[in-house]
């Protein structure tokens, strides 16, 4: 056949080009005569009225070719694009996997960090205990003049302290070493130093922070004297916010004191305000 044979030569072309082929092919072949068309009711129509049909067919199926080529450059794009996703797809599930290892390994970091914050407060608090517990036996003073300790400072603290304080000391006082704090200013005169001294024995340091929470400032020469307990810089920066609520702490105290009677004042031997400050340390 024909068409078998132009197939064959073709067989490389796609087949919708191969039909297309064949249909003009069929349309280029002369058209049966009347002559030659059995004796028919429909074959009795003219040549002539024939013509306009095949035409049309023609301009039909040469369109729908145009069409279908237009047909094969889309398909062809979309199979690139196709391929180029599934290609897309398959890089991404080989580097999946890894991402999500990569993302246990951080998961992993980041719980070990936790824990070693956790541990590094942990040590940081049992540092600030240890420096304050290595501080328990030092005093500061505020308020002694520049140079009235004279050569001395341990024999001018040990006679000026019992007079200051009021309070005898058996064994007498003893210092493993006081001494100005910081270095001279050129307003010291108006802002003395303070002082702080290192008492040999923890109970008689006890003492005088005790005598500064219960009566306060001490007078020297019409100089008022202050003492106050050696702390670590965490813990003075702890105690220096807790500060702006003494007032209001002792507001509080004063209602319930008019509040209770005379018994339940008593009780009371504890004011709020030592108990807020004894809970700073």
Known sequence: MPGVRS???????????????????????????????????HHVMADSALEPTSDRILQEILAVGRRLEGMDGAMASLTAETKSTRMDIASFQTH??????????????????QDRDQALLFLCSKL?????????????????????EGEDIHIFLQEALPKLTGITFDPPLKFQRAHRLGSRRPDTDTYPRPIIACLLRHTQARQLIQRARTQGPCQLDGHSIRMSADFSKETSERRRAFLALCPRLRQIEAILLRSLDHTMQGMLSVSLVHMAYLSAY
Do not use: C, H, W
């Open 128 to 148: 600030t205990y240890l420096e304050d517990r290595r501080r328990r036996d030092n005093v500061r003073f505020l308020g002694f003049p520049e140079n009235i």
């Open 7 to 41: 197939s064959n030569k073709n067989s490389g072309k796609p087949l919708r080009q191969l039909l297309f082929s064949e249909a003009l092919l069929q349309m280029k072949r002369p058209l049966p005569t009347s002559a030659a068309l059995p004796p028919a009711k």
């Open 96 to 113: 999946v996997p890894g991402l999500e290892q990569g993302m246990t390994t951080v998961e992993a970091q980041a719980a070990s960090f």
